[in-house]
């Protein structure tokens, strides 16, 4: 009788997530298709501008010889971009995730429901293949260059260990920035900022260690694309490790009564669809 009783409780559960699952999908999917545009453009813009800094037919490549250099105005590229799309208006309405990391992270943090963290994660990896793609019919045969190689994240000569821990380090590093200024309202405003710096920053320090990823589905797209699977594991593992420590920290911290909505930017009229604490 016990078993039975929890079988039926089972069974309730799985369907009264599939309702949830449905209902939010009817209500919130020009959120989700926002989350897989910003992440494909962002993917598109990574491979045009690897395409131009490193191709060696490039003649940016051939007028910027020191490769600290061309990381540096890539950096700034991506980081800039990072600030657009976040601040952009499909940014300040879906909140600007375009991580299944920090998704996954406002998930443990209560600010997001489960079908609607689940559906954000499935268009962010949707959204970077399908930004490659559209990289590879734009760029032509330039992107597959041993130089460019789909923007692939791979381990640098430092190995897979050193990979790893960089990525940890550096997503834990901006999910830390990005809950204490969105939960101040005196410096919420700046967290798109704080966002595009570290990107830019990143991308020209620890790049040489893991390529810069912070982002499961930023690694995902180019390695579907490309068939480039090797040591992709340091990619799904080291950063949502990465952000959920420091969500974990900042809870022992401030509690989590002090995380008030997973939106990157929040100072805005469109609607949030988060369990969102600015909006009471």
């Known amino acids: ?10 069974v309730r559960d799985i369907e009264a997530w599939q309702e949830a699952f449905v209902v939010g999908a009817a209500r919130h999917w020009p959120e989700y ?32 010889a020191n490769p600290l250099l061309r990381r540096l105005i890539g950096g700034v590229l991506m980081g800039l971009t990072a600030i657009a799309l976040v601040r952009s208006p499909w940014g300040r309405r879906s909140g600007a995730h375009m991580n299944p990391s920090l998704t996954l992270t406002f998930l443990r943090l209560g600010k997001i429901a489960p079908a609607d963290a689940l559906a954000y994660m499935a268009a962010q990896f949707t959204g970077a293949a399908v930004g490659i793609a559209v ?29 790893f821990g960089g990525e940890l380090a550096i997503s834990f590093v901006l999910m830390a920035v990005v ?35 912070m982002n499961p589905a930023r690694s995902f797209g180019p390695a579907l694309v490309a068939r480039i699977w090797d040591s992709l594991w340091v990619y799904f593992v080291a950063p949502p490790l990465g952000m959920l420590l420091a969500a974990e920290a900042y809870v022992g911290w401030r509690g989590a009564h002090a995380v008030q909505c997973a939106k990157l930017h929040h100072h805005n009229t469109a609607r949030c669809i988060f369990r969102c604490a600015y909006q009471s």
């Open 1 to 10: 009788m016990r078993t039975d009783t929890r079988i039926l409780g089972r």
């Open 33 to 64: 298709l926002m989350e897989a545009a910003e992440l494909a453009a962002f993917m598109i813009v990574a491979a045009l501008s690897a395409a131009a800094l490193d191709h060696p037919a490039s003649p940016v490549h051939r007028a910027i």
């Open 135 to 163: 990289a590879a019919l734009v760029i032509g045969p330039a992107i597959g260059s041993p130089e460019v190689n789909y923007v692939a994240t791979r381990p640098g000569p430092a190995g897979v260990l050193a990979a």
């Open 179 to 213: 809950l204490v200024l969105t939960n101040d309202l005196r410096v919420a405003r700046l967290t798109p900022y704080a966002v595009g710096v570290l990107v830019a920053a990143y991308i020209t320090i620890e790049a040489p260690l893991s390529g810069m990823s």
